[in-house]
């Protein structure tokens, strides 16, 4: 009987933990993987080949790699021989076409491919399309330079038939060398963060962000429950939806919204303007007004989840207490102070932990409004992770270093948790109630 | 913004083959292409593909051959959401066969394996290819391999309000022997921050409207750069360069035009949209921007006279050791590993005819680009573009390229860092010079070279 509930308690439970497993564990799995290795847009994410280029030969040449090598390494020829011609007839050249190779450039060489192409090219029989010239140099060539080899053996025996004299730790090493994928890095890319002068600046913008918004979440909000507690309940009805405008607004309209008040030329500007005060773009236009926005556009979205929070637990408090309260004479602050505010400690603490990790990973609106600036003054570890992971002008896509930071958000996002569930006791939270109302 | 579009060319050669009834079995071909900082005066960058593809119908029809090849378009505005569009698709198998894209991302790209080398697949002896200025193949190529089809070219001049010129005493003469002035580092950067002083003083400008430099990144900062005589490319070892001496200096530059209040300290980031309105309204004094932007002026900001109310040079020298420069950033048509290899044939095929230079033309006309090809500067439509040729004839023989590197990429994006974080005043010039050699030594370790 146990095992049965066990097993039914598991088949409920399942689809739970595969979206946990899809949508939670998977990321942050792939995402420490990520993080220790140099994944870039050069390098790409399934995987590289080999291929030797004209740069990797200079800088082998540069970090010692026999002049020779490097020389022979470098080479590429056309040659009509009999076994190229073989190899050409085995790849498919039309025989007529192939004929006429033969009877016209038979031990010749060709240096280029250029070269060797306007050779074929004054053949009466040539392909007509340009493509399948070229396809028919390839017998012919003798070059492993810029030719990607999908495994490191290949490029090895290609490299031994062109130098075939070299030691096998040097074909190694070359090989090695010519790879284009990623490759692990260890710490190479939390060093790099340590090492970056930048890396404190972003550290502090993101600790005031999220302080001055989460300061603002609560306070507001806590202001509007109350308030609204206090208010008819038709008015505060309405009040309340007001209130939630900025959470059911999709983003980026609200983010439009936002410019429209903020731009040049836009709402607030026009006030300004008319007031003679400073008139400028305040979103971008200076960093205090830049700070100012973003924490307000955070802020407003956060307040209308504390206030429902906030309004549903006062409503739990029970009237009595406050009925009781009045007929000692208390004021309306002190019922705040001393009635409803110790009963609010949970749900104040809730809203303060979560929407501290909810703000340390948020950058949609702010990417959305100020997209960091002005200069960078704005920006944040999360926008900074998005912008060096995904997305940038040079398209220079950082998927290591990016995965790096993010990696450094969860961990920073659990220790939280924790502290969180030590600190406001957690247990003590979820425990039975001991009076029943 | 993404614009799409699909363009079937299926009806005219259904048309002209119903009457044949070849035997030969159509060939059906999809060929996606996706071009990168598209704006509404460079449709041509893409439809030139479009009109390619008639073209190639009709000749495979007048060998007999039934061809069916539709196009599918889309155009990014921007540069960010469209190179991760490209290489998120690339990742996932889902590239667009024809990508037209600034030529510094050959590097990454073809090391990733995202491209297929163009020279496979085209014949640079014949026509049209064989006509295109031979230093724009240098520059869609890399590491001995040509992987692009140069697609257009610009360069990025100065520009200069006359009449705010004249209201600070300027008279037609000294306006006209302006951009020699400049040429010849007579005229430089500093003498431009004072001029836009004297305009602010005297009240012409608004404060901080004297001097507009470029409200984003761009390759435009590097001109500024080789203004104060910085070197991108060490033309020996073919290493990128870091010259602190001229990185320097560029940042100094303009922090002291913000201290001097001639442009904001909180300038970059501001938008594009408020620096057209200011230039095209003559609240500007000093502002650089591509040649192409004068289309736009002239399209959606209600510039009647170009010449009439503005003047143009290269950028300035910054210094004794720079000199006047301006860049151009070719944009480059790309054929990526989608698909297979016929695809990719055809593709290039497709690249080929497009870029004949009467196609060309139409886009360098619409989008005030430069000419591609002697052939190109000869059409007509172009020839009687009084800019078209300007920027080609004058601007373009000073112009230098961002270079090609696998690692410009890392070495930009940390030169932009720096700059913002010096112009905004957040740190020092010299610490954000020494944040950018450390973090460019860090990244890219003997492959660049500092000075």
Redesign the interface.
């Known amino acids: 009987m146990r095992t049965r509930t066990c097993l039914l308690g598991l088949a409920f439970v399942s689809p739970a933990l595969a979206l946990l497993f899809a949508f939670f564990l998977m990321p942050v799995v792939l995402t420490t993987v990520f993080a220790f290795t140099n994944m870039?847009?050069?390098?790409?994410?399934?995987g590289?080949?080999h291929v030797i280029?004209?740069?990797l030969l200079?800088d082998l040449g540069?970090a010692g790699v026999d002049d020779d090598i490097v020389a022979a390494l470098s080479e590429g020829s056309f040659s009509v021989t009999p076994e190229t011609l073989a190899a050409a007839a085995e790849a498919g050249v039309e025989p007529r076409f192939l004929g006429e190779i033969e009877s016209s450039l038979m031990g010749q060489s060709f240096e280029d491919?250029?070269s060797f192409?306007?050779a074929l090219k004054a053949l009466p029989s040539r392909p007509t399309?340009?493509?399948d010239i070229?396809l028919a140099t390839e017998p012919f060539e003798r070059s492993i330079?810029?030719t990607?080899y999908s495994s490191r053996a290949a490029m090895e025996t290609a490299i031994a038939s062109m130098v075939p004299d070299a030691p096998v730790d040097t074909v190694s090493a070359i090989a090695e060398a010519s790879y284009?994928g990623w490759r692990w890095i260890d710490g190479g890319n939390f060093q790099?963060l340590l090492?970056?002068?930048?890396t404190i600046?972003i550290v502090l913008n993101t600790v005031f962000y999220v302080a001055a918004t989460l300061a603002f979440n609560v306070f507001v909000g806590l202001f509007l429950a109350i308030t609204t507690f206090y208010l008819p309940k038709t008015g505060a009805g309405f009040f309340s939806v007001l209130w939630l405008l900025p959470r059911i607004t999709p983003v980026v309209l609200y983010a439009v919204m936002w410019k429209w008040f903020t731009?040049?030329n836009g709402f607030l500007y026009v006030i300004a303007e008319q007031l003679g005060l400073p008139a400028f773009?305040y979103m971008?236009?200076?960093?205090p007004t830049?700070w100012a926005t973003i924490i307000l556009v955070n802020g407003f979205v956060g307040a209308s989840f504390g206030m429902i929070l906030f309004s549903g637990a006062l409503r739990a408090i029970p009237v009595q207490q406050l009925w009781a309260s009045e007929v000692d004479g208390a004021s309306r602050w002190q019922q705040i102070r001393r009635i409803i505010l110790p009963q609010l400690r949970w749900p104040i603490l809730f809203v303060t932990s979560y929407q501290t990790l909810s703000l340390l990973s948020s950058y949609e609106q702010i990417w959305l409004t100020?997209?960091?600036?002005?200069?960078?003054?704005t920006t944040v570890w999360a926008l900074e992770a998005f912008n060096t992971a995904?997305?940038?002008?040079?398209?220079?896509?950082?998927y290591g270093m990016g995965a790096a930071m993010a990696l450094i958000l969860v961990a920073v996002g659990l220790i939280l948790s924790i502290l969180y569930l030590r600190m406001f006791r957690f247990d003590e939270l979820v425990n039975k109630p001991r009076i029943e109302f | 913004m993404i614009s799409l579009k699909t363009t079937k060319l299926l009806a005219t050669t259904a048309m002209l083959l119903s009457g044949t009834m070849l035997a030969a079995q159509a060939e059906d071909y999809t060929i996606t292409v996706w071009a990168g900082g598209t704006g509404d005066t460079s449709n041509y960058r893409y439809d030139n593909i479009v009109l390619a593809a008639d073209i190639l119908e009709r000749e495979a029809a007048i060998r007999g051959e039934e061809l069916n090849i539709t196009v599918e378009t889309q155009a990014w505005s921007g540069w960010d959401d469209f190179k991760q569009a490209v290489t998120l698709a690339a990742e996932a198998g889902n590239a667009p066969n024809i990508i037209i894209s600034g030529h510094e991302d050959i590097g990454p790209w073809s090391q990733s394996g995202l491209l297929r080398p163009v020279e496979d697949y085209v014949d640079f002896d014949a026509w049209p290819l064989n006509a295109i200025y031979p230093n724009l193949y240098e520059i869609s190529s890399y590491d001995g391999v040509v992987w692009g089809i140069p697609q257009d070219a610009e360069s990025r001049p100065f520009y200069y309000s006359r009449a705010n010129l004249k209201a600070i005493g300027w008279t037609d003469a000294d306006i006209e022997a302006l951009p020699g002035k400049v040429a010849s580092g007579e005229y430089t950067l500093y003498n431009m921050i004072d001029d836009a002083k004297k305009m602010q003083d005297a009240g012409v400008v608004e404060a901080g409207k004297g001097f507009l430099p470029r409200p984003s990144n761009g390759p435009d900062y590097w001109q500024f750069y080789i203004s104060f005589g910085g070197e991108m490319v060490d033309a020996e070892t073919g290493k990128l360069v870091l010259d602190k001496q001229a990185m320097t200096d560029m940042f100094q530059f303009f922090v002291d035009a913000a201290d001097a209040g001639v442009v904001p300290a909180t300038h970059l980031g501001s938008t594009w949209d408020a620096f057209h309105e200011a230039v095209a309204n003559d609240q500007a004094g000093f502002w650089h921007a591509g040649t192409w932007t004068v289309s736009e002026w002239k399209t959606k900001w209600g510039v009647e006279d170009f010449f009439g109310q503005m003047q143009y040079s290269l950028i300035p020298a910054g210094n004794e050791n720079g000199k006047a420069n301006t860049i151009s950033h070719p944009l480059v048509y790309l054929l990526s590993n989608a698909g297979t290899d016929e695809d990719a044939a055809i593709a290039a095929e497709l690249i080929t005819i497009a870029s004949e230079p009467r196609f060309n033309a139409l886009h360098a006309v619409k989008s005030g680009k430069v000419a591609l090809s002697d052939a190109q500067a000869s059409i007509p439509l172009f020839a009687n573009d009084r800019w078209a040729g300007i920027a080609t004839t004058e601007l373009l023989p000073h112009a230098t390229a961002i270079p090609n590197d696998v690692e410009f990429g890392p070495y930009w994006t940390a030169m932009y860092k720096n700059l913002e974080a010096s112009w905004t005043g957040t740190i020092s010039v010299e610490d954000a010079v020494n944040a950018l050699e450390a973090e460019v030594t860090s990244a890219l370790g003997d492959q660049i070279i500092v000075r």
């Open positions: 870039s847009t050069s390098t790409g994410i399934t590289g080949s280029t004209g740069n200079r540069n491919a250029r192409e306007s399309r340009i493509r070229k330079l810029n990607r284009t790099t090492d970056r002068p930048e600046r731009w040049d773009n971008k236009g200076s960093v830049a100020t997209n960091g600036g002005p200069g960078s003054t995904l997305n940038n002008y040079t398209g220079n896509l950082e």
